[in-house]
């Protein structure tokens, strides 16, 4: 094991010598009859933000899809390789997910390449082709008069939610089971300074403290 990382050697004998024996017969379960997580998570690849961390999740609890700045691409179904579509699809029509959660958050690298290379986007660039897909056909992202850069970034990192939500609906096996109410989606934004957390509340298209109670 030359060469691989101590921290995560120690790191693993902490959870075999503290966590595990605590969790061991879940493990078991989980061995032998699979998973069956309720929610499905859609992430950030960013180390700062773990959907397991921030919602308290022990094994078998969370399906997660993480990439660069929580993207859900519109339903496409062409020779290409779909990353995000096939963790989608497995978890709508194999595990059978009751909710999935689009988790966005503050300083998202992403969403920072994204703004820093509107005009134009970098051609050949993975990061840049990645991010391209935030945007319709036609539509312009722009920053407003008198908004700064930092409710800029906030604005857009919050708007890549919505967006996912939106292209969410494309996907026929999604839109099906959303319509007969047997699969909700959900939007969140994670204050990484603060460890604040915030839950969409679709109908008024607002961000709300999950410290607040229902409907405050």
Known sequence: MTGFPQHLLEGY?????????????????????GQS??????????SRVSPEVIFDAGPGELFVMRNIANLVPVY????????????????VTVLRVKHIVVLGHAQCGGIRAFIDNIEPL???????KW????IKPGETVSQRDH?????FTVRIEKAAVFRSLENLMTFPFVRTLVERGELQLHGAYFGVKEGSL?????????????GEPAGG
């Open 198 to 210: 915030f839950v969409l509340d679709q109908a008024a298209k607002e961000f709300h403290s999950a």
């Open 131 to 134: 991010m391209a897909m935030f």
């Open 122 to 128: 970098s051609p050949g660039d993975f990061i840049g």
């Open 147 to 151: 908004e700064t850069m930092a409710d």
């Open 37 to 46: 997580p309720q929610v499905m998570v859609i992430g950030c690849c960013d």
């Open 76 to 91: 496409q179904p062409d020779s290409g390789a779909h990353g995000v579509s096939a963790a989608l699809e497995y978890a």
């Open 13 to 33: 004998r902490t959870f075999t010598s503290q966590r595990l024996p605590t969790e061991q017969s879940r493990y078991r379960e989980l061995s032998e009859r």
